[in-house]
Each structure stands twice: as structure tokens, then as C-alpha cells.
């Protein structure tokens, strides 16, 4: 098991396929789809310590385009919703969402709930850009924290 994931993270890292690799993991991973893009992030890091920033970004840019992707399918959702039913959907926890506004995507690196706050945020028809704007700060930090502690806890050839 151990040698199958090494040539795993080995063919992951090579300079072909080690970003684009990072950036499609990341961006599918933002999506509704259950998935988590930082072993990828983590591995090709780990192998190649000189790419951390650039690991970093290309997962920050994947996942947010990832979170805008949910944004536009919440948007969709409700529109055809509205054309179905005819009325609004309102919850005293959609209305509690709204108060927060696109500041609320902030929120959007966490696990479980960030990706479907991002497509709630889209529903409630929340800003687009300023709503992008801030899941890109969550997820810029998820990335630097969680990899960084992940090159903590499983120290090796990166020194940072």
C-alpha cells in the first residue's frame, strides 16, 4: 500500500501534472461532489518543497472557481424553483444568512458546510463577485493553515 501511494504522489508531482493535477482536484473538490483537494496539495508540496506558494495559489484559484461553480448552481436551483412553485423559499436560517451577506463566504473553507454555502449564497442571489472575493480568503488561509500544519506534523524535507 505504502509503495503504491508513493509512485501515486511521485507521478502526481511530476512538473506536467503536479499544478493542473492541484487545480482540477481543488476545483471538483469545491464543488457539491465529496472530496478533499489538500493530500494533493500536501503531496506534491511534500515532494517538491519549492512549490508550496505556488500549490497554495493554484488550489486558492481551483477551489474558489469550484465555489463560484456552487454559487451559479444555488442561483440556478432557486430560479427554476421559483418558476416551479411560483413563490419564495424563506427560513429564519436563509433569512439569518442574508443578514450576514457575502461576507458570509468567508465561512466557505469549512468542511461539511462550506460548499453548500457557497451554492446557499447563490440561492439567496447574495453578490457574485463580493461573494467569490471573500471564498477566496477562507480558502487562501485553509490551504496556507492546513498545509503548513500538515508539513508540522509529517516533517521531512521542507523546511519552511
Known sequence: MEAWLHSLLTALALPQFGLST???VSMISATLLPMGSEPAVFGLVKLNPDMFWPAIGVATV?????GAISWWMGYGAEVLYERVKHRKLHSKALDWLQGFGPKACLLSWLPGVGDPLCAVAGWLQLPFWPCVFYMAIGKFARYVTMTTALL???PGQYTP
Do not use: P, R, S
Request: hydrophobic share 65%; glycine share 18%.
Open 62 to 66: 481551483g477551489n474558489t472557481l469550484g
Open 22 to 24: 492541484v487545480f482540477v
Open 152 to 154: 508540522w506534523l509529517f
